[in-house]
C-alpha cells in the first residue's frame, strides 16, 4: 500500500474568456503565463505558471480557433460566468498503487486513462489520470495524474510560488475522509464550496480564488 504523500501537481482555474485571465493573472502578479497547449477535439487551450518545486496553475478556457466539441468542454468551462480554481490534481509516487489504496479505503477514484496534447513547439506531452466523470462534485477531491517519462509541464515556466491553499466546503467532515483516501489534505473551513489560493509576486501576495 503507498505510504508517501501525495505531491501537488498542478490547480485548474477554469475561465470563460482564456485571454482576459491570463491578462488580468499577468497585470495583478507582473508575470505572464506560458501558452500550454491546445486539447484537440475538447475545445479548450491552457496557459501555465509555475507554483514552485513541480506544481503549476493551469488557467483553461474555451479555445476560439477550435469549433464546439461534441460534448461539454472539460472542468466545467461551458457553465462558468467567471473565473474560478474548480479542481486539483495530484501526483502519486504510484498511480496504480494510489487507486488500490484507496478503493481499499472506500473512495473509488475512478478510471485511469491516458491523454495527450502538444506544447506550442510541437513537443507530445502524455500522462494518465483519474477519469473525474465519476469525481466528488465538488471539486475538492483532486484527481490523481502521472507523467510517466514525459518532462513535466511545470519546467521552464515562470514562476509565482505558492504562498497557501485552503478551501471551503458546507460540510468539510465529509471531505477530509476522502483527501485521507487518497494520502493527501486540504486545509478544509466551513461555507460555500470554493478554493482560495495565494502566489508571491514581484507585486506582493496575489489571492486568487
Excluded: K
Excluded at 26 to 52: D, E, K
Excluded at 62 to 82: H, K, L, W, Y
Excluded at 83 to 111: E, F, K, N, S
Amino acid at each position: 500500500m503507498n505510504t508517501h504523500p501525495a505531491l501537488l501537481d498542478h490547480l485548474v482555474l477554469a475561465t470563460p474568456d482564456l485571454a482576459a485571465t491570463v491578462a488580468d493573472f499577468t497585470r495583478r502578479t507582473g508575470v505572464a503565463p506560458a501558452p500550454g497547449g491546445v486539447h484537440l477535439g475538447r475545445g479548450t487551450r491552457n496557459f501555465l505558471v509555475s507554483l514552485g518545486g513541480t506544481g503549476y496553475l493551469e488557467i483553461i478556457g474555451p479555445d476560439p480557433e477550435q469549433s464546439a466539441p461534441r460534448g461539454p468542454r472539460p472542468f466545467g468551462v461551458d457553465g462558468i460566468s467567471e473565473p474560478a480554481i474548480v479542481t486539483w490534481a495530484v501526483r502519486p509516487p504510484d498511480l496504480d498503487a494510489a487507486v488500490a489504496a484507496a478503493r481499499l479505503r472506500g473512495y473509488d477514484p475512478g478510471p485511469v486513462r491516458p491523454m495527450s496534447r502538444r506544447r506550442p513547439d510541437g513537443t507530445l506531452l502524455s500522462w494518465r489520470l483519474t477519469d473525474g466523470d465519476g469525481a466528488h462534485p465538488s471539486g475538492l477531491v483532486p484527481f490523481l495524474i502521472d507523467w510517466g517519462d514525459t518532462a513535466h509541464p511545470s519546467a521552464g515556466l515562470p514562476v509565482t510560488p505558492l504562498l497557501s491553499l485552503s478551501a471551503t466546503a458546507p460540510d468539510p467532515d465529509e471531505i477530509r475522509p476522502l483527501l485521507a483516501a487518497l494520502d493527501t489534505g486540504l486545509p478544509l473551513g466551513t461555507g460555500p464550496v470554493g478554493f482560495s489560493c495565494t502566489v508571491d509576486s514581484e507585486r506582493g501576495p496575489v489571492e486568487i480564488c
